[in-house]
């Protein structure tokens, strides 16, 4: 099928009209283990049912309306019916904290918030007195129980026999055929790493850019099977979804995170965006269950990687044609040990796999395409309207690089470093802060993306973010997620933090892995009660030194980790350590374990 590009307003029906009766979502209901789907007729049908039912509420061109939910069928006909009717969608991340939820709804002036599960109700509810605009709260979830008295709540399922028999489709029509590409689509407020949340404006004609642009790098099809494991409020995710509706391809709504693999196993996806550490955790899992396995076999995968890596990175990588006796030896690798890899993670019909919002360690790009899976790795911002930058399927990348830029943006490196941007796809601002929309562009209207980067070879290479580069008391710069993307591939390590800023040395604060480190000390004899004895284990110490050493021996002597302290809890969104986006915090976490820091230098 030929790309449908629609305004967003009409897309969902314009590529209903061409695909009728064909597949277009797979989900399972709330609390169900059931896989069910809808068509393409179904899902344009659901959509004119909100827009109508949205009518009847009074909602009206333009204003902002609230989604708190995780991933669900509801979710994707909430946004289109609200772009149907012209009206602005403000995603917030299902996890957000109830300070977080308060924020954005009096800041955008929200009156209507559709919620998920009873979580995000429960919460909507108790901030429901602080936001003097919330008027009505529709709970997706029909198992919610909705709380006593609470005549300001609905179910979704009653919200949308307000627009059975679609009474307001005409009005709906004409606001369509009013639809203007200078119209908001979404305020996506950031989560950020300090201070409060800023909302960037994103409009129709960001989204069409992007489609077209992206379209020309990013070949999916109307054959492909899509997993949505990232949440749909992450502009990543959001950009990937709508891409592929442009193509017509079958969306498997992912609506519990903690059960990607089991979906991916039981759904066979072809393609899902991810974000570096899902690919971590892959790398680690397989890595682990080889080490486990006999010699023999060990030997076996080990020399299959590096058959891998020859073949896909030394030479397809590199615009090069493998010698007849490589590209045979690893065909014969690749249908009996990488073909049991990819069935064990049910991707058998693997396509292709976007890939980014975080550095990629090397070992986990070189060893994906090494198992014959094809990692787009890419580079975007919520300001961007996602991607930047990718890898072109088929065509020379280079690991390490973010690849090369999509089409209609202008990269610029200023004289400091940073990565700045142009182009039909860069927000118009961040809503309601003039002051800031000043700061972030420069006089000829590049916006300032806070990364630091270089192009090579028509690549773009990045460096660390700006703000986050750390000076030394030596006066040597410090790129913290560098150093963590390298050390991250461990299998013993769950979450890193670097410590340098101002320091006279590099240090650690460390998450283990549990399972697998109290499996080793099983293993070794180490007598333990908790976790905390863990921590403070010497034997333990030792050999995850000797691990960390390993990995960081391609590192410059004043970037290597010198010290690094195990904690016996793991960073956490409630302790506000992490952003919605699993970013570490790192002014938080400098505070909330100063002591720790402190004492790793003390002399």
Known sequence: MQQVNSHLSRLVHDVAAKLGSREALIYKDFGSQEWKSYSWNDFSRNVKLVSNAMLNLGIGVQENVGVFSQNTVQYLFTDFGAWGIRAVTIPFYATSSEQQIQFIINDAQIRFIFVGEQTQYDKA???????????????????????????????????????????????????????????????????????????????????????????????????????????????????????????????????????????????????????????????MGVMEKIDSAGSMKRKLFKHALEVGRKHNIECLSNGKRPSLALHLEYEALNKTVFSLVRKELGLENAHFFPTAGATVSQHVEEFVHAIGLNMIVGYGLTESLATVSCDHLGEPFTVGSVGQPIQGISIRISDEGEVLLKGPTITPGYYKRDELNRQSFTEDGYFHTGDSGYMKNGELYLKDRIKDLFKTSNGKYIAPQMIESKLLVDKYIDQLAIIADQRKFVSALIIPEYRLLEEYARNHNIPF?????????????????????????????????????????????ERGELTNTLKIKRRVLNENYKKEIEKMYED
Not at 529 to 553: F, G, P, S, V, Y
Request: with cysteine; net charge neutral; proline share 4%.
């Open 125 to 283: 509810r108790r901030v429901f007195a602080t936001c003097s605009s919330l008027e009505r709260i529709i709970v997706f979830d029909p198992a919610v129980s909705i709380a006593d008295g609470d005549r300001t709540s609905m179910h979704f399922d009653d919200f949308l026999k307000l627009g059975e028999g679609f009474p307001r489709q005409s009005e709906v029509d004409s606001l369509t055929k009013q639809a203007s590409m200078d119209d908001l689509a979404n305020i996506l407020y950031t989560s950020g790493t300090t201070g409060d949340s800023k909302g960037v404006m994103l409009t129709c004609g960001q989204y069409h850019a992007a489609m077209t642009a992206n379209h020309q790098c990013v070949p999916v099809t109307d054959k492909d099977r899509v997993l949505n494991f990232l949440p749909f409020t992450h502009i990543f995710e959001k950009g990937w979804k709508i891409l592929c509706i442009t193509m017509g391809a079958r969306l498997i709504v992912n609506t519990n995170p903690l059960e990607v693999q089991q979906t991916m196993r039981q759904q066979h996806p072809t393609c899902m965006s991810a974000v570096p550490r899902f690919w971590e955790k892959v790398y």
């Open 529 to 573: 009660n908790d976790r905390k004895d863990l921590c403070q284990n010497a034997q333990i110490h030792q050999m995850l030194a000797e691990r960390i050493d390993t990995l960081q021996q391609q590192l410059a002597q004043y970037e290597q980790v010198k010290r690094f302290t195990l904690l016996p809890q793991a960073f956490s969104l």
